[in-house]
C-alpha cells in the first residue's frame, strides 16, 4: 500500500488548506480512512476519520464545524479540506488506511497503512 499525501503549507490564522492523500496498493474503497497529525514531541492524534462509503465520518472536537474529511472512491483520494485554520492546527498531517474492514475506526492502532506526512504551519 501506498498513500501519498498532499496540500499541506503556511497559511495564516483564518485561512484555509486543502489535503488530499492518493492510494494505492489495495481496493481503496473497500477501507475506512483517516487523518492524524503530529506536533513534535507530542502523540499522534486523530482528527478525522471516514467510513468506506464516505456516509458515516468522525471529527476531533478541536477540529469539528471547521474541518471536512471526505473521499472519492473512483480516484482514490482522500481529502481533508480545513478552513479557519488556527496557530494551534500546526503540525505534520498523516492520512493512513484502516488495516480491516471496521467501519470508523478513530485509533491509531487500527490504521496499518501511513503516508509520509506534509507539515501544515498556520501562523498567527
Known amino acids: 500500500v501506498q498513500l501519498q499525501a498532499s496540500g499541506g503549507g503556511l497559511v495564516q490564522a483564518g485561512g484555509s488548506l486543502r489535503l488530499s492523500c492518493a492510494a494505492s496498493?489495495?481496493?481503496?474503497?473497500?477501507?475506512?480512512m483517516g487523518w492524524f497529525r503530529q506536533v513534535s514531541g507530542k502523540e499522534r492524534e486523530v482528527v478525522a476519520a471516514?467510513?468506506?462509503?464516505?456516509?458515516?465520518?468522525y471529527y476531533a472536537p478541536s477540529v469539528k464545524g471547521r474541518f471536512t474529511i471526505s473521499r472519492d472512491n473512483a480516484k482514490n483520494t482522500l481529502y481533508l479540506q480545513m478552513n479557519i485554520l488556527k496557530p494551534e492546527d500546526t503540525a505534520v498531517y498523516y492520512c493512513?488506511?484502516?488495516?480491516?474492514?471496521?467501519?470508523?475506526?478513530?485509533?491509531?492502532?487500527?490504521?496499518?497503512?501511513w503516508g509520509q506526512g506534509t507539515q501544515v504551519t498556520v501562523s498567527s
Open positions: 493512513a488506511q484502516a488495516t480491516d474492514f471496521s467501519n470508523l475506526p478513530t485509533m491509531e492502532g487500527d490504521y496499518g497503512y
Open positions: 496498493g489495495r481496493t481503496f474503497s473497500n477501507y475506512a
Open positions: 471516514i467510513n468506506w462509503s464516505g456516509g458515516t465520518k
